[in-house]
Nanobody
Framework: QVQLVESGGGSVQVGGSLRLSCAASGFTYSSNCMGWFRQTPGKEREGVALLWTSSGITYSYYGDSVKGRFTISLDNAKNTLYLQMNSLKPEDTAVYYC???????????????????WGRGTQVTVSS
């Protein structure tokens, strides 16, 4: 099983930027669908960005609310997944979770919730 640890959250003003990191350990070679989700109290967990990779091919997917502002990336050498968040808005305030699993490309979707591994989350707060 893969262990995931998020970092990089914090408080930022509207329009600011943050970069989240998700360090993976364990059977990291077994994961090819990795991504970021977020959740606020009383709401369902929302898919933010996903990355599927296999044999040198990589697909990235973004939620409509973050397209053009967030960028997901993977550093294989460091076993670390990143989420660069720019032009942050108050509605981006949430706990951000990292997730990983091994799937076919068609099963690596923002609507997926049954990932094999989840991190504990990192808080992002955007204030006006």
């Amino acid at each position: 099983q893969v262990q995931l640890v998020e970092s990089g959250g914090g408080s930022v003003q509207v329009g600011g930027s943050l970069r989240l990191s998700c360090a993976a350990s364990g059977f990291t070679y077994s994961s090819n669908c990795m991504g970021w989700f977020r959740q606020t109290p009383g709401k369902e967990r929302e898919g933010v960005a996903l990355l599927w990779t296999s044999s040198g091919i990589t697909y990235s997917y973004y939620g409509d609310s973050v397209k053009g502002r967030f960028t997901i990336s993977l550093d294989n050498a460091k076993n670390t997944l990143y989420l660069q968040m720019n032009s942050l808005k108050p509605e981006d305030t949430a706990v951000y979770y990292c997730a990983a699993d091994r799937t076919l490309w068609r099963d690596c979707t923002l609507g997926r919730r049954d990932f094999g591994s989840w991190g504990r989350g990192t808080q992002v707060t955007v204030s006006s």
